[in-house]
């Protein structure tokens, strides 16, 4: 069994996110893809941020017809600030035998090196980071951990076993954060979400004023 493990605040979840997974699915003939929308991210401030029962309900509406999406409550139902390493210990338990892949954006993982515990992800975990707009020129590693990987012509490899894989996915410039902003603004979010969150969305204000 392989095993994407998609993490994210998914404020709200669109066509961006959706359509990579399903590319990043296609590329590493991965078996499910999981999404695990976060609790309290640990990056984010709570202003703009949906309730977590919304964002839940958004991303459930939005994978409902592909069979090999699913939805995990595992950061939901943990307490405290949702720390990618301990859903990845999680997963790891949980899966255990399979392969498993922790998505992320080329942004999120230039962020990498802030994350709580990061250094024990590539040793846990395979991870896939996705292209993502506008572009980033090197996929830079943290730089106090080069010494621990091996440069492939994909990616690295960690002393571990484990790959960090670079994967090029159909660029879609699209955001959550400029969904919000259009959201506020009262413009259309049409073809940027699907149907079943814009609905969800147009119903009522979900996100508060901003800044
Ligand atoms: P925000 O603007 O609020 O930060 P976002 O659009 O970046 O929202 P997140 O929930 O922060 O969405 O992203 C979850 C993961 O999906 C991150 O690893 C991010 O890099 C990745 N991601 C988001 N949008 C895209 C996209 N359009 N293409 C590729 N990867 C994406
Ligand atoms: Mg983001």
Known sequence: ?????????????????????????????????????????????GHELAAPTVRERCVAAAISENPLFELSRVELDREGPSYSIDTIKHFVA?????????????????????????????????????????GIKAHILPSIMEEEFFAEEWGYIHSSGNAVRFVSVTP????????????????????????TVREILEKEDHFGPGE
């Not at 404020?11 to 997974?21: E, F, V, W, Y």
């Not at 590319?23 to 078996?31: S, V």
């Not at 879609?172 to 149907?195: N, Q, W």
Request: net charge negative; charged share 20%.
């Open 94 to 134: 949980e899966y255990s035998g399979a392969e498993l892949w922790f998505i992320v954006g080329e942004d999120a993982f230039a962020e990498i090196g802030s994350w709580y515990q990061f250094k024990e992800l590539f040793s846990l975990v395979n991870i896939a980071v996705m292209s993502r707009p506008p």
């Open 1 to 45: 069994m392989r095993a994407g493990l998609f993490g994210g605040t998914f404020n709200p979840i669109h066509l961006g996110h959706l359509r990579a997974a399903e590319e990043i699915c296609e590329a590493l003939t991965l078996d499910r893809m999981v999404f695990i929308p976060a609790n309290i991210p640990p990056h984010k401030e």
């Open 172 to 195: 879609l410039d699209i955001s959550s954060t400029a969904i919000r902003e259009a959201i506020r603004a009262g413009r259309s979010i049409r073809y940027l979400v699907p149907e």
